[in-house]
């Protein structure tokens, strides 16, 4: 448990960046009480319906392995964020004449598709 709990400011940190780190950690801790305050409550109320704990450590198993899966989309992610940061920033350095092809649409479309998906893993996890 001391190894978990001393890693998530690390990736957080690793991931989104030293400026995010506050807001990041902030928010992976407050889920992770979350899932403390819903799961032990939910656990006994499954062991009650049920009588034995197993279907309470399965629903436990599903969350952590749908956990593990979204955990692998963090880094792309996050390098798309520092990405669109960093073209934010440069737009904000030099005036540019704004010209947009259908690729350049085509990229805006897959940028909202992945700031969605984000908010879609935020809000499951």
Known sequence: MGSYITMIPVLCAKYFGPEKFRTTSAFCFQLQGLGHIIGSPLGGWMRDITGIYDSAFYLSGIWLFLAAFL????????????????????????????????????????EQKYDEMLQLMITTV
């Open 71 to 110: 955990i692998l989309f963090v880094p792309r992610l996050s390098k798309r964020a520092q990405r669109k940061e960093e073209m934010k920033r440069r737009a904000e350095e030099t005036p540019t004449i704004e010209v947009t092809s259908e690729e350049e649409k085509h990229d805006k479309l897959d």
